[in-house]
């Protein structure tokens, strides 16, 4: 289904289902020993969407789905959840040890962070997401007997919403350093939605604060590639387009738009943290994820 600026969703439909196809690979991922996230396969199946089921469960095998000889499917998506997770995990770590003890998770989804890693005592960790998709997530993980490792607090509502309002309600201080994540989201939002969002995260900064953005290139190669791979996912049994769920068109480069608003930002590629992981490394330009990149910022001025 095409978006729309008003649409709605839940985690087994529209771009709702790409959070639930994300920890299916966080699951496929933790099967194969490169991370740890023990609540990604449950979550998984209990949203119930079948397709992504079986994918985290390991019942559909990568030659199943993936098309031969090329650089996007099942398993390239698992190298990337592999590379991602452990750079966000790092991320956190990094930001806790310069004392930031404020973190915001942006469109959280079934990010499991503040149940799965260790955080200081004095740590509070906010989720930002619709309030269908925590009250599942919350309900899922109390069924599993999981406990919170951190002060962790639910922000429900859509960021297309007052959210920095919301934010503050829940105990949320402008003033303190905070280390924000944006994993898996600023292509779902539509161009001039991504700069508010990063306009929105400036003016609740407080010098030191830190952010990571993952930020997506496309170019019509990618959408070909990806196309053909999410064909072969169809034959599986999935039914939602996932092509239909980015917003396309030019938009600001996330790293300069930071630079400009009092940010020092550093670029890593995700070929350089595949390559440093030792797993296979697209070919810059081949229509693949190759040119993406992670944004780290620091807030240097407020």
């Not at 709605?8 to 959070?19: F, H, K, Q, R």
């Not at 068109?249 to 030792?278: I, K, M």
């Amino acid at each position: 289904m095409t978006r729309t600026d008003n649409d709605t969703w839940d985690l087994a439909s529209s771009v709702g289902v790409t959070a639930t196809m994300v920890a299916a690979g966080r699951a496929r991922a933790t099967r194969a020993g490169l991370i740890d996230d023990r609540f990604a396969e449950p979550l998984v199946t209990a949203v119930g969407v079948d397709f992504f089921t079986r994918w985290a469960t390991g019942e559909i095998a990568a030659g199943d789905v993936d098309v031969p000889g090329q650089p996007w499917g099942m398993q390239p998506m698992t190298d990337l959840l592999a590379v991602r997770t452990r750079h966000i995990d790092e991320f956190v770590a990094a930001a806790a040890a310069t004392g930031i003890t404020q973190t915001v998770i942006l469109a959280s989804g079934l990010d499991a962070r503040g149940y799965r890693l260790s955080w200081p005592a004095t740590a509070t960790v906010f989720e930002i997401d619709q309030p269908q998709v925590l009250d599942f997530k919350q309900s899922v993980l109390a069924g599993l007997n999981a406990q919170p490792t951190v002060d962790l607090r639910f922000v429900p509502i859509d960021l297309r919403d007052d959210w920095p309002t919301a934010l503050r309600a829940a105990g949320f201080d402008p003033n303190r350093p905070t280390a924000w994540i944006a994993e898996g989201l600023l292509a779902f939002l539509p161009p001039d939605a991504q700069d508010r969002l990063l306009d929105a995260v400036t003016a609740l900064s407080a010098e030191r604060s830190r952010l990571l953005a993952e930020v997506f290139l496309t170019s019509p190669d990618s959408d070909q590639v990806h196309q053909q791979a999410e064909q072969r996912w169809r034959e599986q049994g999935l039914d939602v387009e996932l092509g239909e769920l980015t917003y396309q068109g030019p938009r600001s480069d996330v790293a300069t738009h930071l630079t400009g608003n009092g940010w020092q930002v550093e670029r890593v590629l995700l070929r350089e943290l595949l390559a440093d992981s030792g797993f296979p490394v697209p070919t810059a330009g081949d229509g693949t994820v190759a040119d993406n990149y992670y944004c780290t910022a620091v807030r240097t001025a407020r």
